[in-house]
């Protein structure tokens, strides 16, 4: 993988709209409250809390019991899911969401912050959180020895993250999108606790079916062959189709705060970043 784009994205640095919570120290605060530092208000006592953070000055004066709530420190894990099913083994497709990847996990390492690197085809491969450069580089190696194979449900993917991380974080799925609409939605609305970015990667000839005639296509991910004819009326309708689950996609993720992209292999790295960074997943430093 060529890692030169990195020095253009040393200007970005990682900026999560919702703070978040996990049991790492690092520079990021989150909406954890409990025993942290720094005092940040007081709420009224609940059945369950704990006794000693009672303020009885307060108590004291208005004779209710008020808890005293404390930000606590907390770094961020960025959870990078990339697709590894065969469909993405199409014309680069998954070279350049290796990339994308990439480049996240190495915004992550810039802001000394964690990231786990996780591959999903028909199972979910999670990948360990880890810190720093070395690690970065060994995980691009792992990248460049994937071959994708087999077929993807991003609802059982879904599934899968969520019983294994219990923390909010900020999670990037990076995919072709191109199963099931109603598949997408649901790892959408299953993922939507976390601060999330959906990223699809098409090839040119994919986002606007650059065939015609008699043509031959083979699923990457069954094998299974299919011999058609590409008129200008079947490309109309596939556009069309194609337009409907992404504006369907975008819909949803509008709806549970989550932000979606499409970039085209041809498109380069660092102007999809820069696009990213347009809509706040990422800013300058």
């Not at 703070?19 to 989150?30: C, D, I, L």
């Not at 959180?129 to 059982?156: C, T, V, Y």
């Not at 969520?162 to 598949?183: C, Q």
């Amino acid at each position: 993988m060529d890692t030169e784009f990195f020095k253009e994205l040393e200007r970005f640095a990682l900026l999560v709209k919702k703070r978040v919570s996990t049991a790492y120290s690092g520079g990021r605060k989150s909406l954890r409250f409990g025993h942290g530092i720094s005092p940040v208000g007081y709420r009224e006592d609940r059945k369950g809390d704990d006794f000693k953070l009672v303020d009885w000055k307060v108590y004291g004066r208005t004779e209710k019991l008020y808890i005293r709530e404390h930000e606590e420190e907390r770094s961020l894990v960025v959870h990078i899911l990339l697709d590894a099913s065969g469909s993405m083994g199409y014309a680069g497709k998954f070279a350049y969401a290796s990339r994308l990847a990439a480049g996240f996990a190495y915004l992550a390492t810039l802001e000394n912050e964690k990231y786990a690197l996780s591959l999903f085809c028909k199972k979910f491969y999670p990948g360990e959180p880890k810190r720093g450069r070395r690690n970065l580089f060994q995980s691009i190696e792992e990248l460049d020895r994937i071959s994708p194979q087999g077929g993807a449900n991003l609802k059982l993917i879904a599934d899968q993250f969520e019983a294994m991380i219990r923390t909010t974080s900020l999670v990037v799925v990076i995919s072709d999108f191109l199963g099931k609409t109603e598949e997408v939605l649901s790892s959408i609305y299953r993922l939507s606790r976390h601060d999330l970015v959906m990223i699809q990667v098409l090839a040119p000839e994919e986002a606007e079916l650059r065939f015609g005639g008699d043509v031959k296509f083979v699923d990457l991910e069954t094998r299974q062959p299919l011999i058609t004819r590409i008129t200008e009326g079947e490309r109309k309708e596939y556009l069309q189709k194609m337009a409907e689950h992404n504006d369907r996609i975008a819909a949803a993720s509008r709806q549970v705060g989550a932000e979606f992209f499409r970039f085209r292999t041809d498109q380069l790295i660092f102007e999809a970043f820069s696009e990213m960074l347009s809509r706040a997943v990422i800013w300058k430093t």
